[in-house]
């Protein structure tokens, strides 16, 4: 009975351990993705900062909060 209670004991924690590497793997990818798209948009911001100048920048976004 005691090796019977062993047996099933590693089986689930065999499965808990697959459940766990699947959720470090999504939370993983979805730490890379953020961070690219973090990356993306601050390089869309300075490149608008580059060709456009802060104050125009600046005065676009207050426009379009305001309508």
Do not use: H, Q, Y
């Amino acid at each position: 009975m005691i090796a019977n209670i062993k047996t099933n004991t590693a089986a689930n924690l065999s499965s808990e351990t697959g459940i766990d590497t699947i959720t470090r793997l999504s939370l993983f990818s979805m730490a890379t993705v953020s961070g690219l798209v973090g990356i993306w948009s601050t390089a869309c911001l300075i490149s608008v900062m580059l060709s456009n100048g802060p104050s125009t920048v600046v005065s676009g976004f207050v426009s379009a909060l305001v309508g």
